[in-house]
């Protein structure tokens, strides 16, 4: 319900010309780029979901720190978010707390954002009011009257943002983001914005409580990305996301046999290579390059480009 229209025609298998005559498939809020039950595009594994090629070849794929990240799943989610209206004000269990709420297995969620666009005026949630008693926080969180104690901050295109888990959190209308979480989808909702509830759109008032860290927030941070060059813009114990961008150069990228690249196009198109392949990405589609590959390049396709790469550190 709080979808944009930037996405609708991601998952068309049809040519430009012809998915335009497709009916809009209405307002689309999310699209899951890399995540494991994302279908293989091509070669011998075609059709195949990540999952099944992660537990086919757990130390190819993954590499010893992605083994160590999940436990034998695909440790990351990454996703495209386009918002018309606030997402519901949220919090994620850490991993102790998933466990304990959820079950054994259950992995918490840190994610991060990277701001590709924002309309004038963007904002987000992040954390509550620097000041406000912890006491107060917990009172607005059960009775759902939370407009006085969180924290609203403008965000701009280029904006990095780290939301740990336990943080209160909205994306406001008007942005289109890159999300990179941890793989799960464990969401408690604190407040949906006297939307209607419903079986799907429930509060989930204890939960909540029992997940949320009520300490400071580190702030957005603007990123300047200059052509070809590389940086890392987010990086905590769960995952690592580098920005690379390409105009005349290749950028030289290496696995070193330890974690995956995630690699995921948010501005125009390249030509990932390695030794004997290669694969062309149209901007949001994204390559898995196994930690067994080790070196490979990241070239422009015509013209300047910007990808994410996630890996685990």
């Not at 904002?123 to 009775?143: C, F, H, M, N, Y």
């Amino acid at each position: 319900m709080w979808g944009g229209s930037r996405l609708g025609s991601l998952d068309s298998p049809l040519p430009v010309a012809a998915a335009a005559a497709v009916p809009d498939p209405g307002p689309i809020g999310e699209a899951w780029v890399v995540w494991d039950e994302c279908a293989v595009a091509g070669g011998e594994w075609a059709g195949r979901s990540l999952a099944e090629v992660v537990a086919a070849e757990p130390a190819a794929v993954l590499g010893p720190a992605g083994i160590d990240a999940a436990g034998g799943r695909f440790p990351v989610l990454a996703k495209i978010i386009d918002t018309a209206a606030w997402l519901s004000l949220q919090v994620h269990p850490d991993d102790a707390t998933a466990a304990r709420l959820e079950g054994p297995g259950h992995l918490g969620k840190t994610e991060s954002w990277y701001v590709l666009d924002a309309a004038p005026g963007a904002e987000i949630i992040l954390g509550t009011v620097p000041g406000t008693p912890d006491a107060a926080i917990r009172a607005a969180i059960r009775a759902g009257a939370l407009d006085a104690v969180v924290e609203r901050i403008p965000v701009h295109a280029g904006d990095v943002i780290l939301v740990p888990a336990g943080t209160l959190h909205a994306i406001g209308p008007g942005i289109l983001l890159y999300e990179l979480q941890q793989s799960s989808d464990i969401t408690y909702r604190v407040s949906d914005w006297g939307r209607p509830a419903s079986a799907g759109r429930v509060l989930h008032v204890e939960q909540s409580l029992a997940s949320v860290h009520l300490g400071p927030v580190v702030p957005p941070r603007a990123v300047t990305l200059r052509p070809d060059d590389r940086l890392t813009a987010i990086e905590c114990d769960k995952f690592v996301a580098d920005l690379v961008a390409v105009s005349d150069a290749p950028a030289s990228l290496d696995t070193a046999g330890r974690s995956f690249h995630a690699v995921t196009v948010v501005a125009g198109a390249v030509v990932v290579a390695g030794a004997g392949w290669l694969e062309p990405l149209g901007e949001f589609e994204s390559l898995v390059v196994p930690a067994a590959v080790g070196t490979y390049e990241i070239r422009p396709a015509g013209r300047a480009a910007r990808a994410v790469v996630a890996r685990v550190p």
